[in-house]
Structures are given as C-alpha cells and as structure tokens.
T-cell receptor, first 114, second 112 residues
Framework: DTGVSQDPRHKITKRGQNVTFRCDPI?????LYWYRQTLGQGPEFLTY????????KSRLLSDRFSAERPKGSFSTLEIQRTEQGDSAMYLC????????????FGPGTRLTVL | QKEVEQDPGPLSVPEGAIVSLNCTYS??????FMWYRQYSRKGPELLMY????GNKEDGRFTAQVDKSSKYISLFIRDSQPSDSATYLC????????????FGTGTRLTIIP
C-alpha cells in the first residue's frame, strides 16, 4: 500500500494525559498536512510542512499541540494535557510540490478523551 | 459566517437518480476547488479537482465551478448504493497557499 498511513487508528486516553500520533506520507510527497475533524464537520487545517520546515500553523493549534517532521519524511503530532474538547479525528495528508495541490489523506487517528 | 457553506443534508435518493451537491463560498480569492468523498470513519478521498471556473467530467461525476457566483457543484449520474458517503467540498486560495478550507460535508444515501 503506497498511500498515507497513520498510527494509531484509535486512541482512548484520560484527560490530562499526553498523546502522540504518527503520519507516514506517500514517499515522493514533500508536503505534509495535519487537519482535525469533529463529528458532523469538515476537516479544519492545523499545520503543514514542506520537507522538515513547518510553514504554517493555525490558531487552532494551541500551545498544547506540537508537530514535527524531523527528517522530512514521517511526522508526529503531540497533544499535551489532553482535554475532552480534543476528541476528534486527526487527519494527515500529503502532496507533491509540482504546481498542483492535490492532497491525499490518510485514514485518520480517532482520539477519544475521557 | 463560515468561508465555505455546504448543506449538511442528509440527502436520500433512489438508485439511478442524478444527485446534485453544492457549496457556496465568500472568499473570491479561492482558485482551486475539490470534491472529496468520505466513508464512515475513513479519511477523505479526492474525487475531482478543478482550477478556476468551468466544468470537469470524470465518468459519472461532473464538477462545475462558477466563480462569478461563488458557487460550485458536483453532479453524480446513475447513482449507485456504493456512492453513499459524505461529500466534502474543499477550496484553496492560490498556488503556494496550501491549506484547504472545507465545507461541513453532505451526507448522501442512495437507496437500492
């Protein structure tokens, strides 16, 4: 399978705990994006990387959120001191730098904060 | 007011019907327009991708963009039960500004 992969697919945690998600983009894609999707809503942009550089962060990405892409390949999204409002599907997408912006999404990590 | 508005539905139609899904938007700077299909508890899958105004056809799917009206549509002909999913419109400002702005999604059910 050469698509975008995410791990874990599901995460249940207690309020106040830290969680980390991983995304592996399509191998030739140098752009990587994180989105958050709550029930009944479309995905909302969180942040994006070109190679290892984090180029934009949404105001949705509070200080408790941090994302990294250390070698320009996979990326991690960490949420510290989780809150119930963090419960959502966290989606990763990737694209090429080639004049189009077709973003291909992974299956998502569903986070439930109890 | 959201930048992108989409009727959340739900929308139920009989198999074989023509389906029309629509989005309106407020930011005239949007240049790229996409339609994604999302099955329950899965990630969105890109269906159609268009630049600026005009029509684009791919099999049973046709995407239309009318920038003067800030209105985009997706038509599905000869709808099948496998088309049952949530359809999301998405837009991008311009090349180099990469984040997508999504509508809320329309939940579509095709009744056999």
């Amino acid at each position: 399978d050469t698509g975008v992969s995410q791990d874990p697919r599901h995460k249940i945690t207690k309020r106040g705990q830290n969680v980390t998600f991983r995304c592996d983009p399509i191998s030739e894609h140098n752009r990587l994006y994180w989105y958050r999707q709550t029930l009944g809503q479309g995905p909302e942009f969180l942040t994006y990387f070109q190679n290892e550089a984090q180029l934009e962060k949404s105001r949705l990405l509070s200080d408790r959120f941090s994302a990294e892409r250390p070698k320009g390949s996979f990326s991690t999204l960490e949420i510290q001191r989780t809150e119930q409002g963090d419960s959502a599907m966290y989606l990763c997408a990737s694209s090429k730098t080639s004049g189009s912006s077709e973003q291909f999404f992974g299956p998502g990590t569903r986070l439930t904060v109890l | 007011q959201k930048e992108v508005e989409q009727d959340p539905g739900p929308l139920s139609v009989p198999e074989g019907a023509i389906v029309s899904l629509n989005c309106t938007y407020s930011n005239s700077a949007f240049q790229y327009f996409m339609w994604y299909r999302q099955y329950s508890r899965k990630g969105p899958e890109l269906l159609m991708y268009t630049y600026s105004s005009g029509n684009k056809e791919d099999g049973r799917f046709t995407a239309q963009v009318d920038k003067s009206s800030k209105y985009i549509s997706l038509f599905i002909r000869d709808s099948q039960p496998s088309d049952s999913a949530t359809y999301l419109c998405a837009m991008e400002l311009d090349f180099g500004n990469e984040k997508l702005t999504f509508g809320t999604g329309t939940r579509l059910t095709i009744i056999p």
